[in-house]
């Protein structure tokens, strides 16, 4: 069974960084999706970035150019660097896992079946 878990959360001012990880464990094949996924209250969960086995990655348009999305696959390890942060990137970050035959990985969450506990980032002015 795979298991997510989320860290590297905090609370930084407009134009700080954060570098957010995801440690899986539990078996998971080479054809596994992994996304990064975030959430305000109220609000539907929005997809941030996305990468597939063969490292092609996919961004929401609001982050494209600040944040990056990698995995380390020896340490069974998602991150998500963030960089130049706004108070539009605060929200409740997520990373979720998913089996699929083929490379698309641009999914919306309900495709999703494994998910972490979430890691809280607050963008201050």
């Known amino acids: 069974q795979v298991q997510l878990v989320e860290s590297g959360g905090g609370s930084v001012q407009t134009g700080g960084s954060l570098r957010l990880s995801c440690a899986v464990s539990?078996?998971?094949?080479?054809?596994?999706?992994m996304e990064w996924f975030r959430q305000t209250p109220g609000k539907e969960r929005e997809g941030v970035a996305s990468?597939?086995?063969?490292?092609?990655?996919t961004y929401t348009a609001s982050v494209k150019g600040r944040f990056t999305i990698s995995r380390d696959n020896a340490k069974n390890t998602l991150y998500l660097q963030m960089n130049e942060l706004k108070p539009e990137d605060t929200a409740m970050y997520y990373c979720?896992?998913?089996?699929?035959?083929?490379?698309?990985?641009?999914?919306?969450?309900?495709?999703?079946?494994?998910w972490g506990q979430g890691t809280q980032v607050t963008v201050s002015s």
């Open positions: 539990g078996a998971i094949s080479s054809r596994y999706c």
């Open positions: 979720a896992a998913e089996f699929r035959w083929d490379g698309n990985c641009w999914l919306s969450s309900s495709a999703y079946s494994y």
């Open positions: 990468i597939n086995r063969g490292d092609v990655t």
